[in-house]
C-alpha cells in the first residue's frame, strides 16, 4: 500500500525523537537508465545532502530487480528535517517514470548501525519480509543472535535492518546485507535449510550453525512471506 505523504507526517510524529529513514525507490525506462543515474549522482543526492540529509547507500537492481530501478536510503535526523525537505521544491527529472517514498524506523539494537557504516559492499542482499508487528522483537532477537553472527564470520556485513512506519497489524521488513559479490553471497546460503550446511563455511562459522538453527527456525515461523534480490552499490562519492 503507498502512504500518502499527509499520513507518513502523521505516523512518523510518533517517531518524531528517533532519526527518521526513508527508502526513495526511483525507476527509469531501460534505455534511460544510466541518464537517471546520472541525475541521482550529480543532482539529487548533492541536493538533500545540501540539506543536512546523509545519503546512506544508494542500490541497483541486479538480480531479481531491473537496472533501471534505483534504491536510495537516507537518514534524516528528526521529523522536522523530513517535513521541511518534503515541503520544498523537489528536483524533477524527466527520465523518471516512478517514485516512491517509504518512511522507515530502524529497529534494530544498534539504532545508529546503517550510519556508523562508512564501508559498504560491492553487493547488497535486499530482503523483504512481513510479519505480524506482535513479532518483531522475536525477529529482531533471532536476526542478531542466530543469523547475523555466522553471516558476519563469512564476511557478509549488516548494513541496516528497518520496519515500515504503519499502524498496520503487520509490518514490511527491510534487511539489507553486504557481500564482496555474487559468488561470496552464494556462499553464505544454507544448502541444508534446518542442518544449516554450509560448504564455505570456515570453522567459526560452523561453530554457530547450531544457536542458528534454533533462532532461524523461529524467525521463519513467524515469517509470513519473505523475498530476496541482489543490487548493486553505486559509488556517490559526495
Not at 8 to 30: D, G, Y
Not at 114 to 119: D, F, L, P, Q, R
Not at 141 to 167: D, F, H, M, Y
Given at each position: 500500500?503507498?502512504?500518502?505523504?499527509?499520513?507518513?507526517?502523521?505516523?512518523?510524529?510518533?517517531?518524531?525523537e528517533e532519526m527518521i529513514f526513508v527508502e526513495t525507490q526511483l525507476e527509469a525506462k531501460p534505455n534511460n537508465a544510466d541518464?537517471?543515474?546520472?541525475?541521482?549522482?550529480?543532482?539529487?543526492?548533492?541536493?538533500?545532502?545540501?540539506?543536512?540529509?546523509?545519503?546512506?547507500?544508494?542500490?541497483?537492481?541486479?538480480?531479481?530487480?531491473?537496472?533501471?530501478?534505483?534504491?536510495?536510503?537516507?537518514?534524516?535526523?528528526?521529523?522536522?528535517?523530513?517535513?521541511?525537505?518534503?515541503?520544498?521544491?523537489?528536483?524533477?527529472?524527466?527520465?523518471?517514470?516512478?517514485?516512491?517514498?517509504?518512511?522507515?524506523?530502524?529497529?534494530?539494537?544498534?539504532?545508529?548501525?546503517?550510519?556508523?557504516?562508512?564501508?559498504?559492499?560491492?553487493?547488497?542482499?535486499?530482503?523483504?519480509?512481513?510479519?505480524?508487528?506482535?513479532?518483531?522483537?522475536t525477529f529482531v532477537e533471532s536476526s542478531e543472535q542466530g543469523v547475523w553472527p555466522r553471516v558476519q564470520s563469512q564476511g557478509?556485513?549488516?548494513?541496516?535492518?528497518?520496519?515500515?512506519?504503519?499502524?498496520?497489524?503487520?509490518?514490511?521488513?527491510?534487511?539489507?546485507?553486504?557481500?564482496?559479490?555474487?559468488?561470496?553471497?552464494?556462499?553464505?546460503?544454507?544448502?541444508?535449510?534446518?542442518?544449516?550446511?554450509?560448504?564455505?563455511?570456515?570453522?567459526?562459522?560452523?561453530?554457530?550453525?547450531?544457536?542458528?538453527?534454533?533462532?532461524?527456525?523461529?524467525?521463519?515461523?513467524?515469517?509470513?512471506?519473505?523475498?530476496?534480490?541482489?543490487?548493486?552499490?553505486?559509488?556517490?562519492?559526495?
Amino acid at each position: 500500500m503507498i502512504q500518502t505523504r499527509q499520513t507518513n507526517l502523521l505516523l512518523a510524529r510518533k517517531f518524531s525523537e528517533e532519526m527518521i529513514f526513508v527508502e526513495t525507490q526511483l525507476e527509469a525506462k531501460p534505455n534511460n537508465a544510466d541518464i537517471l543515474l546520472d541525475f541521482i549522482r550529480k543532482d539529487y543526492v548533492p541536493n538533500i545532502v545540501k540539506n543536512n540529509i546523509k545519503p546512506i547507500c544508494l542500490l541497483r537492481g541486479m538480480i531479481g530487480k531491473p537496472s533501471n530501478e534505483f534504491i536510495l536510503i537516507s537518514a534524516y535526523n528528526d521529523i522536522n528535517l523530513w517535513e521541511s525537505h518534503t515541503n520544498s521544491l523537489p528536483l524533477v527529472n524527466e527520465k523518471i517514470i516512478y517514485e516512491k517514498n517509504t518512511l522507515l524506523k530502524p529497529i534494530s539494537t544498534n539504532k545508529f548501525m546503517s550510519c556508523e557504516n562508512n564501508t559498504l559492499k560491492n553487493i547488497y542482499g535486499y530482503r523483504e519480509f512481513l510479519i505480524e508487528t506482535k513479532n518483531i522483537n522475536t525477529f529482531v532477537e533471532s536476526s542478531e543472535q542466530g543469523v547475523w553472527p555466522r553471516v558476519q564470520s563469512q564476511g557478509g556485513k549488516v548494513l541496516g535492518l528497518w520496519a515500515n512506519i504503519t499502524n498496520s497489524s503487520q509490518k514490511r521488513i527491510l534487511l539489507l546485507t553486504g557481500y564482496d559479490s555474487v559468488s561470496h553471497w552464494e556462499g553464505t546460503r544454507s544448502s541444508n535449510q534446518y542442518g544449516l550446511s554450509f560448504a564455505n563455511a570456515p570453522e567459526s562459522s560452523k561453530e554457530l550453525t547450531e544457536t542458528e538453527k534454533i533462532l532461524r527456525k523461529n524467525r521463519e515461523d513467524i515469517t509470513i512471506s519473505t523475498t530476496v534480490n541482489l543490487m548493486q552499490n553505486v559509488n556517490l562519492n559526495y
